[in-house]
């Protein structure tokens, strides 16, 4: 059975595992600062208990910000983050949000042509933004809301 739910400060270990497993963005202190800001939400995608994908997303006025998305590496290209992203835009559409933020390295054209699947599209470049010196395109997606 497939699942989206909320995941809490008790679970750095699973988040910070993940994130080692696939793109290692964050070390365990950033991954508990994630989890201390005020109006982020962290989500995890699971298959029965097993946690196969996460998002982390910060809403700022009427917006948000995509901090964090990823499916584990043996669960891709099989729709499981469309579903998740579908999900989030719903719950961004639900909270009354004009458009969804987030930063994507040039390089990861697979990342690209996801998020271009859900109209999302590039706004703005961070140049020599990532450690390796790659930009980060800003991607922006608008809301249709009620």
């Known amino acids: 059975m497939i699942s989206i739910e909320?995941?809490?400060k008790k679970d750095i270990d699973l988040c910070y595992e993940?994130?080692?497993d696939t793109i290692?963005?964050?070390?365990?202190?950033q991954w508990a600062n994630e989890f201390?800001?005020?109006d982020t939400k962290i989500f995890g995608l699971l298959i029965?208990?097993?946690?196969?994908?996460?998002?982390?997303?910060?809403?700022?006025?009427?917006?948000?910000?995509?901090?964090?998305?990823?499916v584990n590496k043996k669960f891709r290209k099989r729709g499981f983050g469309s579903y998740l992203m579908?999900?989030?835009?719903?719950?961004?559409?639900?909270?009354?949000?004009r458009k969804i933020l987030l930063e994507?390295?040039?390089?990861n054209v697979t990342a690209e042509k996801f998020y271009?699947?859900?109209d999302f599209s590039t706004v703005g470049i961070r140049k020599n933004y990532y450690k390796d010196g790659s930009h980060a395109l800003l991607k922006e997606k608008k809301l249709t809301t009620k």
């Not at 579908?86 to 949000?97: G, Q, V």
């Not at 994507?104 to 390089?107: A, D, F, H, N």
């Open 24 to 29: 290692s963005l964050w070390n365990k202190t």
């Open 104 to 107: 994507v390295s040039q390089g």
């Open 48 to 70: 029965t208990n097993l946690v196969i994908g996460i998002c982390v997303f910060q809403v700022v006025l009427d917006e948000a910000q995509i901090n964090y998305f990823v």
């Open 116 to 118: 271009s699947r859900f």
């Open 36 to 38: 201390k800001k005020e």
């Open 18 to 20: 993940l994130d080692s």
């Open 6 to 8: 909320q995941i809490y």
């Open 86 to 97: 579908s999900y989030l835009i719903k719950k961004c559409e639900k909270l009354n949000l």
